[in-house]
């Protein structure tokens, strides 16, 4: 099956900076790869996905980038606010494997 | 529109208590199922996903045991609760194909006593 790996684990940024949070996949096979967002007490909430025949997609102020070759995608927040501080997830294959997750604070 | 129900929200058991919980999808036909476990401040471990009726994959050799009786109903069971199986429960469907998205329920936090 899919391995995911997923990094950093902790992330802390200041207000208005940018993110990046970045996975890495082991199946080829794979083409769907979805971000999700979890806030305190809540499941997951999708925020951004990708499909293999796209290289980036870009929804205001959150980005995801695909590179099948290297089998890595990432994340990028910019200009971050407070209330994008929870736990972020990718996942990846058939199966849905998710990564250990990032907790992202964004300091006022 | 799609919906996904878990039941209950949250459940406390004693050890060696049974369990059932269950997750159903509304408005969709033929998902693929998925149960994930997290345990506090942790990441999500896929438990188990069914791809049709009676079609059950089990990632993790454990004491909890999953059901698919109907197509939109999927039901994680054990017969005798341990502590490690305290965690937050979460469900989640998806379509396959050129869909792909997967979408969470509003899980099931369980706490074994």
């Known amino acids: 099956g899919e391995n995911v790996e997923q990094h950093p684990s902790t992330l802390s940024v200041q207000e208005g900076d940018s993110a990046v949070i970045k996975c890495t996949y082991s199946?080829?096979?794979?083409?769907?790869f979805p971000w999700y967002k979890q806030e305190l007490g809540k499941g997951p909430q999708l925020i951004i996905d990708?499909?293999?025949?796209?290289g980036e997609k870009k929804d205001q102020r959150i980005a995801v980038t695909l590179n099948k070759t290297a089998k890595h995608f990432s994340l990028h927040i910019t200009e971050t606010q407070p209330e994008d501080s929870a736990v972020y997830f990718c996942?990846?294959?058939?199966?849905?494997?998710f990564g250990a997750g990032t907790r992202l604070t964004v300091k006022p | 529109s799609q919906t996904i129900h878990q039941w209950p929200a949250t459940l406390v058991q004693p050890v060696g208590s049974p369990l059932s919980l269950e997750c159903t999808v509304e408005?969709?036909?033929?998902?693929?199922l998925y149960w994930y476990r997290q345990a506090a401040g942790r990441g999500l471990q896929l438990l188990f996903y069914?791809?049709?009726?009676?079609?059950i994959s089990s990632e993790v050799p454990q004491n909890l045991s999953a059901s698919r009786p109907q197509d939109r109903q999927f039901i994680l069971s054990s017969k005798k609760l341990l502590l490690s199986d305290s965690g937050f429960y979460l469900c989640?469907?998806?379509?396959?194909?050129?869909?792909?998205?997967?979408?969470f329920g509003p899980g099931t936090r369980l706490t074994v006593l």
């Open positions: 989640a469907w998806r379509l396959g194909g050129d869909t792909d998205t997967q979408y």
């Open positions: 199946d080829s096979a794979s083409n769907y």
């Open positions: 990708i499909r293999s025949n796209v």
């Open positions: 996942a990846a294959g058939d199966d849905m494997r």
């Open positions: 408005g969709t036909s033929n998902p693929n």
């Open positions: 069914s791809v049709g009726i009676g079609q």
